[in-house]
């Protein structure tokens, strides 16, 4: 059965490699060496396995062979966009976010469309810090205009432009807090976490007309738990006590493995809502940390814990 299963694959695989021929032959204009040409092979009998996950598995090859085109052999077209956005930003190659790929819609009409990239474009900016492609985003829909609002008041650090972001109605419940997303940014690259308090001074408060006022107290510790690592300043985290999903990130930035133990056995937060103490608190204060972390914590149930986190 095996032997069965392992020629199909094989059977599959040299006809996806057979239509990538063109790509092999140019090779060296590609820059790549000879011996790649069998490592190829093995990559996309690896992809077409079932044994990894398919989709990082063409990312992989993309980068690999610097070929945007292998991110077709996704699983579904949903996950192209993705690939794609990897890709150009993996390579420092932003002219990859126009690559056009086929695209069936509900009515199963069939079209070859790259109306993903300004999305591709947005990401790219904020990975490699570039203002200048957010120029590149058309408005091409209401969310591209939010997008390139959001991405030049980030860069140009306006918290006034932050104040003037927009939202269509059709797309409130996915960025109803765009405004105040825009000031904790500015907030984070500037330093200055006046900015955190001085949002509620806004007419509306942080999140403009889109949340309710109620939801100032959420802004403040979102804002200063993101903030407190940034200038340095642990006690800013206390901002956040009550919330331990954004409390518990936030001392994990300062916290010792000695305090580790100590502090997941006392801290009790005013609200749990959903979050577990006893999975997730040391889980989210050693994110961001090696496993030589996990030496210095010396009760052996939080050490597991660690380890199986980080490790």
Do not use: H, W
Not at 36 to 49: F, P
Not at 249 to 255: D, H, L, Q
Request: charged content about 25%; aromatic content about 12%.
């Amino acid at each position: 059965m095996r032997k069965y299963i392992l020629t199909i694959v094989m059977m599959l695989s040299i006809i996806i490699i057979g239509g990538c021929t063109e790509q092999i032959e140019n090779r060296g204009a590609l820059g790549i060496d000879s011996t790649d040409v069998y490592n190829l092979t093995e990559l996309i009998l690896n992809c077409e396995s079932g044994l990894v996950d398919k989709n990082e598995c063409y990312l992989d090859v993309a980068v690999k062979m610097r070929n945007v085109s292998y991110c077709l052999n996704v699983t579904s077209q949903r996950f192209i966009p993705e690939c794609i956005t990897q890709y150009a930003i993996m390579t420092d190659n932003v002219t990859a976010c126009t690559t056009k790929y086929r695209f069936v819609d509900n009515a199963r009409m069939v079209s070859y469309t790259n109306a993903y990239r300004y999305k591709c474009y947005y990401d790219y900016a904020f990975a490699k810090e570039d203002r200048s492609v957010c120029e590149l985003m058309e408005p091409q829909n209401e969310e591209a205009k939010l997008l390139k609002n959001y991405c030049f008041a980030v860069f140009d650090e306006d918290v006034d432009a932050c104040s003037r972001l927009e939202v269509d109605y059709y797309i409130r419940d996915e960025y109803d807090s765009v405004q105040g997303d825009c000031r904790i940014e500015v907030a984070i690259r500037t330093k200055d976490v006046t900015i955190c308090e001085s949002a509620l001074e806004n007419e509306d408060g942080p999140y403009g007309v889109y949340l309710d006022r109620r939801m100032d107290g959420v802004f403040l510790t979102d804002c200063y738990s993101k903030v407190a690592p940034i200038v340095g300043d642990r006690s800013l985290c206390e901002r956040a006590k009550p919330y331990p999903y954004k409390y518990i990130p936030c001392v994990g930035a300062f916290i010792l493995p000695e305090e580790v133990t100590d502090f997941c056995d006392t801290y009790k937060p005013d609200f749990i809502f959903s979050y577990n103490m006893g999975v997730q608190c040391v889980k989210d204060l050693v994110v961001g940390n090696d496993c030589s972390f996990c030496d210095g914590i010396m009760d052996e149930s939080y050490n597991a814990q660690c380890v199986g986190a980080i490790c």
